[in-house]
């Protein structure tokens, strides 16, 4: 059982930066594929980014070159860096998790674990 808990949304200018947290516990991070997806109003859940210790991450292609995700295993903490942020990148960011496998998931509903959500908003 893993738990996660997200933290540092808030509200920015478009172009502004942005660096959410997600603390894992119960088990350690470093055994599961850790990611990131995001829900706006009225649309369904999408993914940003997955990461696993030892591969190179991977990225929806709507964030990359903007967003770099990263992990400290020591913490059992993921971390989404998010840089000129577009007001399309407003959304609740969650924090997910799954066993690992032989690839990466980008479908909610591969993953197993999910936190509560971090909200992000980004005017123009």
């Known amino acids: 059982q893993v738990q996660l808990v997200e933290s540092g949304g808030g509200l920015v200018q478009a172009g502004g930066s942005l660096r959410l947290s997600c603390a894992a516990s119960g088990r350690t991070s470093s055994n599961y594929d850790m990611g990131w997806f995001r829900q706006a109003p009225g649309k369904e859940r999408e993914f940003v980014a997955v990461s696993r210790s030892g591969t190179s991450p991977y990225y929806a292609e709507s964030v990359k070159g903007r967003f770099t995700i990263s992990r400290d295993n020591a913490k059992n903490t993921v971390y989404l860096q998010m840089n000129s942020l577009k007001p399309e990148d407003t959304a609740v960011y969650y924090c997910?998790?799954?066993?690992?496998?032989?690839?990466?998931?980008?479908?909610?509903?591969?993953?197993?674990?999910w936190g509560q959500g971090t909200q992000v908003t980004v005017s123009s």
């Open positions: 997910a998790a799954r066993s690992l496998g032989w690839t990466y998931r980008t479908k909610s509903t591969d993953y197993d674990y």
